[in-house]
């Protein structure tokens, strides 16, 4: 996956889903590690940003910012 094809809030497919069987999560912290929420059982792993960027497989939905 590219570089900076996700941001804060989006919400992305892993290759292998959460032990609680969903696969869907929230990018809810971003910097050096990123932070993802699982959107099925709410738990959250903060994992380094080269191996988010290797398990990372596709963002599901984009967050837009609010345009004012």
């Avoid at 570089?3 to 989006?10: A, C, E, R, T, V």
């Avoid at 992305?12 to 993802?36: A, F, L, S, T, Y």
Wanted: charged share 35%; hydrophobic share 35%; aromatic share 4%.
């Amino acid at each position: 996956m590219a570089d900076k094809d996700f941001g804060l809030n989006d919400i992305v497919e892993m290759k292998k889903p959460h032990p609680c069987g969903v696969n869907r999560w929230k990018i809810i912290r971003m910097g050096m590690d990123i932070r993802i929420k699982c959107e099925g059982c709410s738990h959250s792993v903060m994992i380094p940003r080269k191996e988010f960027e290797r398990k990372v497989k596709k963002v599901l939905v984009k967050h837009e910012e609010p345009t004012s």
